[in-house]
Each structure stands twice: as structure tokens, then as C-alpha cells.
């Protein structure tokens, strides 16, 4: 193989992609956003035949700024709040017209913790034929980085500084797949963009359940995380090897499967190449009280989802995190 | 300027017009870096490479590849050390690739089905070369100088060739079926044999220099070592390659009760193991290098091929490593027993390394015999005076202390490319050779641990000195093992680079030219996740300009 | 067909003749009739529509917007608190140019806690880029429901139907229920081109930088102008098929040699009108019932004001601290005029009060005073409220 770059025409490349990918590039996100990667994979799940409807937030932003967009499907976006009731609505009219399109709404963890949540709650309680997609960067970056219910305890914030006084932020990580099993959905799941295969094969099974169907994704951000972006895939697999951030399935709220951990990593492996978590690197006994706590908050997750009993099906190593010569894998 | 449209929709799409690779500080290429295993190969294999072409399926491709470098792979398949193995990434994660059941499986494979090599036969008008010496390096020569475009006579001393392939590797590793059918095959290519000819005794040199336009030299060595303990030397001392060469043509052996090899290489093993199957009650082989383990440094550690080690033990020849010999134990000129002491290569303050004896470490072992098995030297009185003269090339053990029969052919495979460069008017090739890819440059979170394939050994009550005593591995572990291959360096097609990019920057290009993805720099912003994420190591991040 | 029936369950029908295929809606009173009655026609069969029972008004709206942004026609209802809480999604959907119907059964806004009539909801939403429509009658209600969806589809734009709580929703009057036919002949089935349609897919909803944001804006304010041209067209329109017209953008009634004008909105207009038939002694007086608040008929009001030197403005909202809503938009819009009559404004009614008969003669005193009343609360009663606060 020679060294030199194929005279490959880019721009007719473009066209000749295997997959379909509903998401296309020039869009306007940062270098690395895990975001901009996990839309871009579940459109690769689910074809062009569905309609998507996008809360406000980062993935809406740096898709859709007139005259631009970066969306190969028909897409809308109203408001903060109201994705899930105007998926509601969209797949009223589907339903109505007796089109088979799908539907699948998309939300940042701000408009699906927060202020999106009542909305979502009536979605789901009404089992519509939805998808909703929260991507789940743990706090309001679209907005400068902020705070939310989905930031992890002790994560610093521009609402949630550490200093003399503070940690970061005091409160925890909402529990929102619980709410989300809470209202015994077909089915639910948390996937991440570290391991593309998994995210796919949910995207699909929710797509295909008759109802409502939600799929948590845990999408770094290089920007608010403060990683260098190269390393959001490795930082998302080590949320995932540490129990930090659990990959499980649900069913009409029952966790049926739970991906396991081959070797489980310590927490501070994740939390050290991120500069949210920088403060619980220094000497002082309240660090290393949260950094201890963040350890046993991990180690919870271990035991609550059992992520290393062995006894589930699907493993990290398996079809998730190993390569195959010859590609397709992924697709 | 754009006209705003009702509602402020947007077209689907359109923000492929928006050059998002302005924003780059780094770009991503792929760039091909060494495997290990292949910087490894003294043949100068890409063991990564034919790994890669089995994984296809392409058995046939594989052994084309293998054979452009090693023209006798059935047989290193079975008597190489593979270095390759030692190199090999997936030792520091699990096992290393049985890269030498891979060369042997394809080398045997091309034996069954009669495969030939991809050459063309040299033209009536091309240059003619002579060849000295059909050992390993010879026959590499011949080979390389025929693929090469080159007319080639081959002489040997000996009735047959193969040199120390013959003469010294006794069959239950190296079966004269495998050996003579990759020796028939390769002097099939148009090669002139012509046995029983000695330079200098049959056939002079100047002959050769009024016929050949260039020589290679590959006469092996053939001079025993000096050996002695403090001037100590038995009358009836034999080389441990003397009687290995001896029992290999005559199949007989003299009988000994308790015999002390001295010596941590192939021959040594070797001859310990004949030894042993002939019925010789105590082998002990003694030797200051260590036996090989984990915490054991390769240069430390035997020469001898681990494997060969391994069955040495179980056939019950005892192994004092990290041992010498202080002292022959003499009743008049015939030896009783030895004295050896511990032995151990330290650094010195000057940072050399220096074998030390240490006190207090003595032990008596009685033997009747004391073997020698130390390596020979080149018989320099017929070649001595032509090193260095233009047109004449040596390779294989004369010019190196490699001992190896891959090292040899690599040798020989080098002489052939210097050869054709020195008749084309060529400045000589440098060989440096790059460095091979890091283990940290992996990603190795995308390969799943899988048990390494191990051929089938015959149990111990089993072996005799004339059967083969490893098999070959299945097709199945063939195929298993070509898919553990952590393709160092080397693109794989996994599409991790293609499904990772959060900006669609990275597309599926045309394979035909080997490519099997190229990157949009219109639009990739340079965030090196793919270089991050790249199992293999084939993308790396250059700052822009 | 001529039947009694309440205008809740009249204006159902109005919204059922007119094939909606997504409903959905919130309790709220005095809405809740609305659509209660669609649910009971759709449990029946008499309705082949979806009918999704939100969380929320806010969800309710925004739910309608997807649908019609999916190609459905789509219809909601709601009142006071409700349309408070919708405010940002109907400024959204004005702004993303979908054509929606909705009623609004006016009610007042808390707190304190109000559960009674008046137009404070739908005036605090006249800014959201909607079209409002009013209504003095169950019959106009029926109609103006029934035109609201064909200006809706024509304009791309939001039309709010509006009409008082209980005093139209809950009141029992003869009212014609145009047949289906009818119906049929005067809308076509729904068509909104910019829908979301995987085999034409658009992007709705982009962000738009200050260098554009500005031509939206415009774009908007202009669409709402030239909807008075399809508001018309509707009422006529529809006069053909059903022998009625809800009044255009502005109605007028009563002489043109009157010098007195009295100018409302919605269900007032009826007692107005028999004010002025009980109350003859005062002389003629012209009443102008305002049809269309958005868009605003400037040209159409002046034209009903033409020869008149006094005109009062009553309406049933304010805006603290500023005065009467409507009275300010009449007063600046006839400041263009060549002779503008002095303009009295007054609101009343509010939060359910009672507006009398015996409101139309305090009303006209005003006129004889030597100034004109810029804006008052025709009916407080002060001496309810502690002296400091008065």
C-alpha cells in the first residue's frame, strides 16, 4: 500500500455511502462532540423513513441555522419543552394518514431531565409510537454549561463551581430511567456512543416495539467535559468500565439486561482526563471524600444493575467492543 | 444572498456547502507503520500481511505474499525461533499469533496443492550469477537472483543440497519430505544445480569469475568452534554439530551413559533430544543463558526455540541454565565430571554486559562425556581473501553469528537485491529497518481475548527421533488465529475510523486501490477521534500547516 | 338545519364537519365542553379523528402543531390559564407559519382565581402572531370555526376563534349546523406544502441570525395584513353556501347618520343591540362589532367610523397601567382620519361581572361630558376597596 492519499472525488463519494445517514456534515458543532455523533448513528439505524422532532439544545442548534441544515430527514424543531407532545401529535397524523413513517423525538438531558420531562412523562404514559432520544452530556451547554438534573454529583458547572466552600455540584445524577420505568414502557435503555453497535441494535428494537420506546445516550462533550476531543469515545468506554454510567435494557420497566464489565476500571480513571472533576484531584480530605464517593456511587451501579455477575447476555466485549476485519460491523 | 423562505424552513442537506475542515488544527492520515512481527522477521516476512490475506480466505494470496520474502516456508514454518512471536503485540495482551503454524500451514498447503511461484522464467540473455553453497541462505539467493530476472548456477560440496537443512535438523523436526519437496520446487524455478562441487577443490574461483558476472558466497560454517576449559580438552572430544551431522547420515549415535551438552542453542537441544531418544540415561545440557520464561529478557534467554525447549524437558533431558563450566573433571584424558557455577550477564559501570561466576555456587555433576555445542566459525581458507572484492557477495552464517535459517535467508534475499543493483550500477539498498508500531499506539479495547491455536504434540512415550513430533494446526485454528492478528499498523477495514466521526468526514472509498477510506478535509474538523479509536494504529494526527 | 344547542356542542360539530384528523386537548373550563363533545362523537364513530388527552395545554398545542406540521388538519381548545400557559408555543407556531384552528373560550386570567367570562386571555395573545377572530353569536361561532380553518390553510397562519366562556360556550341558542356537504363545498381537504415528508424532507424550525431574523419578522407582520383579504373572502365565501356572514373583518350597525358609535367585541354586541332597541329615546347610534382583532382592519374601521364624532370603545380586558387594549389601537388608527370622532374607552364585564342593559345609556353619557374619557373601568365600585388603594 503506497503512502499517498487517494485521488479519490470526495464530493462524489458523498453520494456513494453504504448506509443512509440522516445526519450530514457541515454542521456546526465542536471538534469531537459525542452528540453530533450519537444523532448521526441512530439516523444510521433508522433510515430515511421517519420524522424527527428536536428539542432545543446543542444537536438543534448546530444542525439547523438558516439557511442550512444538516438533516437528510424531515425534521422540526418548536420548542424546549415540547418535543415529546409534538412527536405526540406527529404520529397522531401518521397514524391517521396510515403512513408507516417513523417517528422518533430527540432531546439533550436539559430538555429531557428538566424542563421537558412533564412533557415526556404524558408521551410515554399515553404510549405513543415514539422514540425519544435523550443525548445525555450532563448539563446545559448549548447554553454555556450549565447545571442540570442529569450532572453528575460533584461535576463542576458554571452553575456549580467549586471553590471554598462547594464541590461542584451537591445534588446527584437524577435517576431518570427509573422515572422512565416508572411508566412500564414497552421498552427502555441507556446506550452510549463508545460502543456504536449496542446504540444501533436499541435504536432498531425501539423503533420496531409497538409504543414507546426511550433510549438514554451517554454523549461526551468535549467542550463542557473539558477533554481534549479525541478522547470522547475513550472517556464514554470508561464511564461505561467503571459502573459510572450503566448500559441496560428495560422492559415495561423491568431492567432485563445489563451490559457487563469485563474488567471494571476505577472511577478516577474516567474523572481524571476530565476538567469538571479536576477539584477531586487535590489533597484536601473534602476531595477525596467526593472522589471516595463517586468511587462507591459507581460501585452501586455494579451491584443495583449487576454489571459483573455474568449472567446477562451481552457483554462489553461482546460484538460491542471488538473489531472484525473487513468492516460492515457497525453497519 | 439567500431568499428567506416562508416559516424559515431550510433544504435537507445543505450544510455540505459549509467547509467545516476550516476549523482544523490537526489532520488525520493513514499512514501504513511497521508490525512488529515483520521489523521481527529475519526472512524479512510481513507476517501481518499474509495474516491478513488468510483472514480473506485467500490462502493462495497468503502464501504468494510469504513466498516473496521466504521461498521455504514449510520449512521455517517448523524450524524457525520465530522472533515474530516475541515481537508479536498480542503477547503483551494474551498470546501471540502462532504465526509459525500460519507459515507452516500455508507452506505445507503450496506442497499439497503443487502450488508454484509467481515468477517468469529468466530471459536466455540475462546476467548470470553463481551461487556457492545450497544451504538456506544459498537457496534464498538463487531464488531472490531468479525472481530477480537473474541466470543462476547454484554449486554445493555436497551430492544434495539444503546444507545444514540436511546435514544438521534431524527429521522429527524437519521431515526430508518437506525438505526436499521446498528444495525441488525451488530449483524447479531455472535454477542450475550442480552437486559435488567444492570451490577450490572442484571448481576454482577465477573459473567462476571468468563465467559469472557476479558470486554470491553462502558456504555456511563449517569449522568447529575452538573449545576448552582452561586449556583442558578431552581426547575424545566430539562437537555436539559433529555428531548430530553424524547420526543424521548414518543414524547411528556413539553410546553414552551420562553426557554434559554445552551449549543453549538449537544444536544443543537437538542433540540433546537424539541423545536421549537413543537411550543415553542422563542428558544434562548446561548453559549460562536462562531458560525462557516471562520475566526472562529475550537476549537473555536461550537461543534455542522455546518450544524445543519444552519437549527437550518432557523427553527428560535436565536443563542447568544460568550455569558454566568452571572445571573438567578429568581421570587422565578422559572426562568424569564437571564443575559448574552459577553464571549471570550483569551490566558493568561502563554499561556493557558481563557474564559473572559467582563463588560459592559450585556443584559437581558427573558425567562421561562433555559435548561441546557452541557454534562454528567460517572456514576462512578458500574465502577469507575474497571478502570485499567487487562482484563477490557473502551471506548466511558466513557472514554473520545469527546461526538462524530465517536469518540466513534473509541474507540471502538482501545478497540478491545488492547483486542486481551492483550489475544495474546501482548504488547498494540500505536495509535499515523502521520501527515497528508501539504496543500504546493500539487500541486494543476493540479485540476480544481468544486462546491462542497450538498444534498438536505427540505425547512424549510417542516420539522418536524419526517422526515428525508437531503437527499442523487445523484449517478452522488457521482461520481463528488469522482473525486474532491485531493487524499492527496495518489497516484492517474495520470501519471503526468510518462510523466514529461525529462529522461524517470519513467515507468508504473504492478498494481497488487499496484504500479503503478516505477523509472529507472539507468538512473534518480534526478532532482525532478516529486516530484515537483506531484499533491498528493506521491513522496518525499531523499538526496543519 | 335549525336546532337548539349549546354553543360548546355547536361549535363541536362546526369542528367535526370540517374533518379534523388530530385533536387534542386539556380540561379547562369553559372549554371543556368543546372537547368533551368531539371525544363523545369520536367514541360514536361520527368522527374518524385522533383525539390525544394531554398533560398540559402546552402539550395540547404543541401536539396540534406537529400533526398539522405532519400534514394533518389539527384542532385544540382552551381558555384563560390554558392559553397563558400555550404562550410560547403559539408564538411558535405563528412564527413557523403552520395553519392551525383553535378556540378560545374567553375567560378571565388569574389571579385572583376567576372562573368566569372575559377577553383578557385572547388580548394578552394578540401579539403572538395569530389571527383572532371573535365572535358575537353561537351561529358566528359555528361559522367563523368553519371559515377559520380555510383562512388558516390558505394563509399558513394561526387562527384563534375567539367567543365568550359561558355566555356563548355554555348557552343554549338556535343555531343552523351547516350540513356536511356544505362543508365539504366551502374547505378542501387539508394540503399544508412545507410538511414533513420523508420523500421531500425539510427542516423546520432553524435558527435565524440577526441578519435575516429581521425579514421574518416583517414577513410575519405582512402575512397577518394580507389575511384580511382571505378573511373576507371566507365570510363572503361562505354567505354563498349558508346564507350568512359572521361579519367580515368589521360589522356595522345601525344608521349612518348617527353621530354616536359604539365599537366591542364578541357576545357584548348582543346586548348592545337590545340596549338600543330598549333605550330608542337616545337616538341613533352606530354599533361597530370589531371581528377581526388580528389582523387589525384600520382601513375598514375607519371607514365605519366615517361621519361619526363620538365613538366608545368597550371592551373586557385591560392592560394595567396602560388603559383599554382595543380603545388604544382605535384611537391610534383613526388619528389618520380627516375629522376623527372623540374616542371614550371603557372596559367592563370583567371576570364575569354582569354588563346590564342599563350599561348602554352610562355609556353614552360620556359623550355629553366636556372631555373625553381616556380609558375607565365603567363598572368598579370603589367603595369596595380600602381608601389607599382606590
Known amino acids: 500500500m503506497s503512502s499517498e492519499e487517494p485521488s479519490a472525488n470526495i464530493a462524489e463519494l458523498h453520494h456513494k455511502q453504504p448506509a443512509f445517514r440522516g445526519l450530514e456534515a457541515g454542521h456546526l458543532a465542536c471538534p469531537g462532540c459525542g452528540q453530533a455523533l450519537g444523532a448521526r448513528l441512530v439516523t444510521e439505524a433508522i433510515g430515511p423513513d421517519v420524522i424527527i422532532a428536536n428539542a432545543t439544545g446543542c444537536l438543534e442548534v448546530f444542525t439547523s441555522a438558516w439557511p442550512r441544515s444538516s438533516w437528510r430527514v424531515p425534521w422540526i424543531h418548536s420548542l424546549f419543552e415540547n418535543a415529546p407532545a409534538v412527536a405526540s401529535g406527529i404520529e397522531a397524523a401518521l397514524k391517521m394518514q396510515g403512513r408507516p413513517t417513523k ?136 464511564a461505561v468500565q467503571t459502573g459510572f454510567f450503566p448500559i441496560v435494557e428495560m422492559e415495561r420497566g423491568a431492567v432485563v439486561n445489563a451490559m457487563q464489565i469485563r474488567n471494571v476500571r476505577p472511577v478516577a480513571e474516567y474523572l481524571r482526563p476530565q476538567h469538571r472533576f479536576q477539584h477531586l484531584f487535590s489533597d484536601s480530605p473534602e476531595a477525596r471524600e467526593e472522589l471516595e464517593h463517586l468511587q462507591q456511587l459507581a460501585d452501586y451501579n455494579i451491584e443495583r444493575y449487576r454489571l459483573t455477575s455474568g449472567q446477562s447476555e451481552s457483554r462489553d466485549t461482546e460484538a460491542t467492543d471488538t473489531v472484525m476485519r473487513g468492516g460492515m460491523r457497525w453497519s | ?107 505445507d498447503r503450496a506442497i499439497a496443492e503443487g502450488w508454484n511461484y509467481p515468477l517468469k522464467p529468466s530471459s536466455p540473455d ?46 522429527y523436526r524437519l521431515p526430508r519430505t518437506v525438505l526436499n519437496s521446498e528444495i525441488a520446487r525451488l530449483l524447479a524455478v ?134 558454566g563450566v568452571r572445571r573438567l573433571i578429568m581421570r587422565g584424558n578422559r572426562v568424569v565430571g564437571v564443575e559448574t557455577v552459577h553464571m549471570k550477564e550483569l551490566g558493568t559501570a561502563t554499561g556493557e554486559r558481563k557474564l559473572v561466576s559467582f563463588e560459592g555456587t559450585e556443584t559437581i555433576l558427573k558425567v562421561d562425556h562433555v559435548i561441546p555445542a557452541i557454534g562454528q566459525q567460517l572456514d576462512s581458507s578458500v574465502f577469507g581473501n575474497l571478502l570485499g572484492q567487487p562482484g563477490i557477495f557473502v551471506g548466511g552464517d558466513a557472514r554473520s553469528a545469527a546461526g538462524t535459517v530465517s ?41 476480544d481475548h481468544a486462546p491462542r491455536a497450538e498444534a498438536l504434540i505427540l505425547e512424549v512415550e510417542h516420539r522418536s527421533a524419526e517422526k515428525e513430533i508437531e503437527a499442523g494446526i487445523s484449517h478452522q485454528d488457521l482461520n481463528a488465529e488469522a482473525h486474532r492478528c491485531f493487524s499492527c499498523g496495518e489497516c484492517m477495514s474495520c470501519d471503526n475510523c468510518w462510523t466514529l466521526c461525529p462529522d461524517n468526514a470519513v467515507l468508504k472509498a473504492d478498494t481497488r486501490d487499496g484504500w479503503r477510506y478516505a477523509f472529507d478535509y472539507d468538512h473534518c474538523k480534526g478532532c482525532g477521534i478516529c486516530a484515537n479509536e483506531c484499533p491498528v494504529g493506521f491513522i496518525t494526527m499531523f499538526d496543519e500547516q | 338545519m335549525l336546532r337548539p344547542i349549546e354553543g360548546s356542542a355547536a361549535v363541536a360539530h362546526a369542528v367535526a364537519l370540517c374533518r379534523p384528523q388530530v385533536i387534542a386537548g386539556y380540561p379547562i373550563t369553559p372549554q371543556t365542553h368543546i372537547v368533551e363533545k368531539l371525544a363523545r362523537l369520536i367514541a360514536d364513530d361520527q368522527l374518524r379523528c385522533e383525539l390525544i ?104 397562519l394561526p387562527v384563534m376563534v375567539c367567543m365568550d366562556g359561558y355566555v356563548l360556550t355554555h348557552t343554549l341558542e338556535v343555531v343552523d349546523i351547516p350540513t356536511q356537504q356544505q362543508v365539504d363545498a366551502f374547505l378542501p381537504a387539508y394540503h399544508f406544502a412545507r410538511s414533513l415528508d420523508p420523500r421531500k424532507p425539510i427542516t423546520i424550525g432553524t435558527l435565524v441570525t440577526p441578519e435575516f431574523y429581521t425579514e421574518a419578522r416583517y414577513m410575519n407582520h405582512r402575512a397577518l395584513l394580507r ?99 382595543i380603545g388604544s389601537e382605535v384611537r391610534a388608527a383613526l388619528s389618520e382620519a380627516h375629522s376623527p370622532p372623540r374616542i371614550h374607552n371603557f372596559a367592563a364585564g370583567l371576570g364575569g361581572r354582569d354588563m346590564p342593559l342599563e350599561i348602554f345609556p352610562k355609556l353614552l353619557e360620556a359623550t355629553r361630558a366636556r372631555d373625553a374619557t381616556r380609558f375607565a373601568i365603567i363598572d368598579v365600585d370603589t367603595a369596595k376597596i380600602a381608601a389607599e388603594d382606590r
Open chain 1, 103 to 238: 417517528v422518533v423525538a430527540m432531546g439533550g438531558d436539559g430538555g429531557t431531565f428538566d424542563i421537558g420531562l412533564q412533557s415526556l412523562s404524558g408521551m410515554l404514559e399515553r404510549n405513543h409510537n415514539v422514540l425519544y432520544v435523550c443525548f445525555d452530556n450532563e448539563g446545559y451547554m448549548n447554553t454555556g454549561g450549565h447545571r442540570s438534573g442529569s450532572t453528575p454529583h460533584a461535576a463542576v458547572t458554571m452553575t456549580s463551581p467549586s471553590g471554598k466552600k462547594r464541590m461542584g455540584k451537591r445534588h446527584l445524577k437524577k435517576d431518570l430511567l427509573a422515572i422512565i420505568g416508572a411508566h412500564q414502557i414497552p421498552y427502555a435503555a441507556t446506550a452510549t456512543v463508545a460502543y456504536p453497535s449496542d446504540l444501533r441494535a436499541k435504536v432498531r428494537r425501539g423503533i420496531e416495539i409497538e409504543g414507546a420506546a426511550f433510549l438514554l445516550v451517554h454523549s461526551p462533550c468535549p467542550l463542557g467535559w473539558g477533554h481534549e476531543g479525541a478522547l470522547s469515545i475513550e472517556i464514554a468506554r470508561l
Open chain 2, 126 to 171: 540475462a546476467p548470470r550469477v553463481a551461487v556457492v553453497g545450497a544451504g538456506p541462505a544459498g537457496l534464498s539467493a538463487a531464488y531472490h537472483l531468479a525472481r530477480l530476472g537473474l541466470s543462476v548456477t547454484l554449486f554445493d560440496a555436497e551430492p544434495e543440497p539444503g546444507g545444514l537443512l540436511r546435514s544438521a535438523l534431524p527429521p
Open chain 2, 407 to 447: 536469518g540466513a535467508i534473509g541474507d540471502g534475499c538482501r545478497a540478491a537485491i545488492a547483486i542486481r543493483n551492483y550489475l544495474d550500477g546501482l548504488p547498494p539498498a540500505g536495509d535499515e529497518m523502521p520501527r515497528p508500531i508501539a504496543f500504546d499506539d493500539l487500541n486494543i479495547n476493540y479485540f
Open chain 3, 227 to 325: 389575511a384580511q383579504e382571505e378573511i373576507l373572502a371566507a365570510d363572503r365565501d361562505w354567505e354563498k353556501i349558508s346564507g350568512r356572514t359572521s361579519g367580515g373583518l368589521i360589522s356595522v350597525d345601525g344608521s349612518d347618520d348617527a353621530a354616536v358609535g359604539i365599537l366591542s367585541i364578541g357576545s357584548v354586541m348582543g346586548t348592545l343591540s337590545d340596549a338600543r332597541d330598549h333605550f330608542a329615546e337616545f337616538g341613533p347610534v352606530k354599533l361597530i362589532g370589531l371581528r377581526s382583532m388580528r389582523p387589525f382592519p384600520i382601513d375598514d374601521l375607519k371607514v365605519a367610523c366615517d361621519g361619526l364624532s363620538e365613538l366608545i370603545v368597550l371592551e373586557r380586558a385591560l392592560s394595567p397601567g396602560g388603559g383599554g387594549i
Open chain 2, 190 to 323: 531455472g535454477i542450475a544445480f550442480k552437486p559435488n562441487r567444492r570451490v577450490g577443490r572442484d571448481v576454482s574461483i577465477d573459473e567462476l569469475r571468468a563465467d559469472f558476472q557476479a558470486i554470491f558466497l553462502g558456504p555456511g560454517t563449517s569449522r568447529p568452534r575452538e573449545w576448552s576449559v582452561d586449556g583442558t580438552v578431552p581426547s575424545d572430544l566430539r562437537t555436539g554439530l559433529d555428531l548430530l551431522r553424524e547420526w543424521i547420515s548414518i543414524g547411528a549415535i556413539p553410546t553414552y551413559n551420562r553426557v554434559a551438552i554445552i551449549g543453549g542453542g538449537n544444536t544443543a537441544i537437538d542433540l540433546a533430544r537424539v541423545l536421549k531418544f537413543s537411550g543415553v540415561d542422563e542428558v544434562h545440557l548446561i548453559t549460562f543463558q536462562a531458560l525462557p520464561g516471562p520475566a526472562v529478557r529475550r537476549e537473555e534467554a536461550m537461543s534455542a526455540a522455546p518450544r524445543e525447549i519444552g519437549q527437550a524437558l518432557e523427553e527428560g533431558v535436565t536443563i542447568h541454565d544460568r550455569r
Open chain 2, 1 to 107: 444572498m439567500p431568499i428567506l423562505t416562508r416559516g424559515s424552513f431550510a433544504n435537507a442537506a445543505t450544510s455540505l456547502a459549509l467547509k467545516t475542515g476550516d476549523w482544523r488544527l490537526q489532520r488525520p492520515q493513514y499512514r501504513h507503520r511497521s508490525a512488529p512481527c515483520a521489523v521481527g522477521c529475519p526472512a524479512g516476512e510481513n507476517p501481518q500481511a499474509y495474516i491478513a490475506m488468510v483472514a480473506e480466505g485467500n490462502l493462495r494470496g497468503a502464501w504468494e505474499m510469504l513466498v516473496a520474502a521466504n521461498p521455504l516456508p514449510a520449512i521455517t514454518g517448523r524450524v524457525c525461533h520465530h522472533p515474530c512471536e516475541s515481537a508479536c503485540h498480542r503477547g503483551s495482551y494474551d498470546q501471540p499469533i502462532a504465526i509459525h503454524s500460519v507459515e507452516r500451514f500455508l507452506g
Open chain 3, 53 to 156: 388527552s394531554v398533560e398540559s395545554e402546552f402539550s395540547a398545542i404543541s401536539a396540534v402543531l406537529g400533526a398539522a406540521a405532519a400534514g394533518s388538519r389539527a384542532y385544540t381548545a382552551s381558555s384563560a390559564q390554558g392559553i397563558l400557559l400555550m404562550t410560547e408555543v403559539l408564538h411558535n407556531i405563528a412564527g413557523l407559519r403552520i395553519p392551525l384552528v383553535m378556540t378560545c373560550a374567553n375567560r378571565a386570567i388569574g389571579a385572583p382565581v376567576s372562573a368566569w367570562n372575559d377577553q383578557q386571555d385572547s388580548m394578552v395573545m394578540r401579539d403572538a402572531g395569530w389571527i383572532q377572530l371573535y365572535c358575537a353569536n353561537n351561529q358566528e361561532a359555528v361559522d367563523t370555526t368553519i371559515q377559520a380553518f380555510r383562512i388558516a390553510e390558505r394563509t399558513e
